[in-house]
């Protein structure tokens, strides 16, 4: 089993910048698949981006395309999504996740093929 702890959330302006991370452990960590999922009050959670055990191939929501980078260091066991253009539609919880997956290329983008979570943090943007 592997824990994941997210922080670096908080509150910024529109336009500004912020980068979350999400620290694992309890297991080998490149042997597990990364994916950053949100959910803002009153609407269902939703993919934003996920990257492969070698951090060689990446996908993200139309949302997240050209404002968010998902990136991931397995010598620190740990995975960071860097948000750049924030708008306030960005503001939600936030959630790291983790599929086990040894050295598959695949990477998904469903929450539903995700095994473990964190806790979220809070992401909240002012206009």
């Known amino acids: 089993q592997v824990q994941l702890v997210e922080s670096g959330g908080g509150l910024v302006q529109a336009g500004g910048s912020l980068r979350v991370s999400c620290d694992a452990s309890?297991?080998?960590?490149?042997?597990?698949?990364m994916g950053w999922f949100r959910q803002a009050p009153g609407k269902e959670r939703e993919f934003i981006a996920s990257?492969?055990?070698?951090?060689?191939?990446?996908r993200y929501a139309d949302s997240a395309k050209g404002r968010f980078t998902i990136s991931r260091d397995n010598a620190k066991n740990t995975v960071y999504l860097q948000m750049n253009s924030l708008k306030p539609e960005d503001t939600a919880v936030y959630y790291c996740?983790?599929?086990?997956?040894?050295?598959?290329?695949?990477?998904?983008?469903?929450?539903?093929?995700?095994?473990?979570w964190g806790q979220g943090i809070q992401v909240t943007v002012s206009s």
């Open positions: 996740a983790a599929k086990a997956s040894i050295r598959s290329a695949y990477v998904s983008v469903d929450q539903r093929d995700f095994n473990y």
């Open positions: 309890g297991r080998t960590f490149s042997n597990y698949l």
């Open positions: 990257i492969a055990w070698n951090g060689l191939t990446t």
